[in-house]
């Protein structure tokens, strides 16, 4: 049998245009042997859901530098709740808040990584929520 | 009836319910597109489950057409999709896309980037799913031939696959599907080029994407020059050579038309159907490698035989007779009367 592989989406949602910061996780997270789908930037938690439905991803990472984290992480967790599909991983990226980090958190995201924070420490995060759960 | 939990078989978006088989088939059936999603990736994971559904959802009065497209990284295949799908889906068509993108032969990790080329069809008519190759060649993987099956049995009534960046020999799309666009662009060589087997030679359509670019009228000159010499194909189709301006739709209702006339063109002259036979036959012939591979090859029992051989030719043994010899005794199986 062919064996299981991680697949992880990653979008930027918000308004602001780089996506630098996405690319190096992804190149990372692929190096880390996932099969990263990457949506691009610009992308409403709308879409982003019906992406990780159809893809039937793992975990959901969003990179949020634009301060719309506080509308963006959380309507993506209430959409997935709509689908039954909560089981989902949620992580994200960006510079966050403190207070934020924490609200966020409690809503159900299931990290955030804040800048500095290395792909390996990442990789290793969603390995080990994977590896968990299949147990 | 069996219990399956998908906690067993890892992630994805219903693995923490305990779903069973018939949950699963009686939500697809539904045309709940998360069952579809799952049983993709059972597919993929290569768990019997997936493929044991996809014969029992399997409905022959369901058939989609089936379109590749297939050409050298970057020439605008995924763009092609995009524009291609949203004007069908204006058309009230159900749209199945698979875009193949390459796994890592090192890390078997896949950065699947063609979504990003695909903005416009996010409605719900239309289901993409990114592949990666995990491991087979050719631009295409078993997965995506089973996957393009689920999507066919869903109801999707054209189902596009993109394959991956390929070179001049992956040419196995052509079995998968009924028609084949061989995405070219401009400076992508002349008349030598076009002279080489392989993919030069599997086109139904030729489409010259980014046909905004310098070198394109020559490109297409040399080109048309090529079909003429090839005349027609075998079966009496001449592929038309097509134009298109991916990101702006220039050229994509022409390439429409020249799909729809390809497709009368198998209808005509019965080739639809025995495209579909062949279609069949080579999945049947998977499925016994598969079996021979998993069943026979790396089983206990085959290896010890294996290693025996390997023995006896290092220590001057004949090559061949072993050879010959193994592969009977393989075919035997396990405990041969
Ligand atoms: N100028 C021009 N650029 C185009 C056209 N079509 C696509 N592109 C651009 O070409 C680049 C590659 O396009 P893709 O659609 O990703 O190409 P692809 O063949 O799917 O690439 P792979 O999947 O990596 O093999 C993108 O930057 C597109 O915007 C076109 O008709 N004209
Ligand atoms: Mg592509």
Redesign the pocket.
């Known amino acids: 049998m062919a064996e299981k592989i991680i697949r992880v989406l990653l979008a930027k949602p918000g308004l602001d245009g780089h996506d630098r910061g996405v690319r190096v996780i992804a190149k990372g997270l692929r190096d880390a042997g996932m099969e990263v789908i990457y949506l691009g930037l610009h992308q409403t938690p709308e879409d982003i859901v019906e992406a990780a439905i159809q893809e039937d991803v793992d975990v959901i990472g969003l990179s949020s530098l634009a301060g719309a984290h506080m509308t963006i992480f959380p309507k993506v967790i209430e959409l997935l709740k709509e689908k039954n599909a909560e089981d989902i991983l949620i992580v994200g990226g960006g510079i966050i808040p403190e207070d934020d980090l924490k609200s966020l958190e409690d809503q159900g995201v299931d990290k955030l990584f804040l800048p500095g924070t290395t792909i390996t420490e990442i990789a290793e995060f969603i390995r080990s929520k994977m590896d968990s759960r299949a147990a | 009836m069996e219990e399956w939990t998908f906690s067993q078989t890892g992630g994805g978006v219903l693995k923490g319910k305990a779903m069973n088989r018939q949950d699963l088939a009686d939500r697809f059936r539904a045309g709940d597109r998360r069952a579809v999603a799952r049983i993709i990736s059972l597919i993929e994971q290569g768990d019997p489950l997936g493929t044991s559904l996809l014969a029992e959802l399997y409905d022959p009065s369901k058939r989609a057409i089936r379109i590749g497209l297939t050409?050298a990284?970057?020439?605008?295949?995924?763009?092609?999709v995009n524009s291609f799908a949203s004007i069908l889906e204006k058309q009230k068509k159900k749209i199945g896309v698979v875009a193949i993108?390459p796994s890592s032969p090192f890390t078997k990790g896949a950065f699947l980037g063609?979504r990003v080329?695909m903005q416009d069809i996010k409605g719900t008519n239309v289901f993409v799913r990114s592949m990666a190759t995990r491991g087979s060649t050719g631009g295409l993987s078993w997965p995506a031939w089973l996957t393009t099956a689920v999507l066919e049995a869903f109801g999707f009534d054209t189902i596009v696959i993109?394959t991956?960046?390929v070179g001049q020999v992956d040419v196995e799309i052509r079995e998968l599907v009924d028609t084949t666009c061989v995405?070219l662009q401009p400076e992508a060589g002349d008349s030598m080029q076009f002279l080489k087997a392989g993919l030069m030679e599997i086109a139904d359509i030729y489409v010259v994407?980014?046909?905004?670019?310098p070198g394109t009228n020559a490109m297409v000159a040399d080109l048309k020059d090529f079909v003429k010499l090839i005349t027609v194909r075998e079966n009496g189709w001449r592929p038309p050579v097509v134009l298109?301006?991916?990101?702006t739709g220039k050229g994509l209702d022409e390439l429409i038309r020249a799909i729809d006339s390809h497709k009368g063109f198998l209808e005509q002259t019965k080739e639809l159907d025995e495209k579909r036979k062949a279609r069949i036959k080579r999945q049947l012939k998977q499925h016994f490698y598969e079996k021979m591979e998993n069943e026979i090859w790396r089983a206990e029992w085959s290896d010890t035989l294996v290693q025996a051989a390997v023995n006896r030719i290092i220590s001057g043994g004949d090559a061949l007779k072993e050879a010959e010899e193994l592969a009977a005794s393989l075919i035997a199986g396990p405990n041969p009367v």
Do not use: C, F, Q
């Open positions: 050409g990284p970057g020439v605008g295949k995924s763009t092609l993108d063609d080329r993109e991956v960046g995405v994407n980014k046909a905004d670019k298109t301006i991916a990101n």
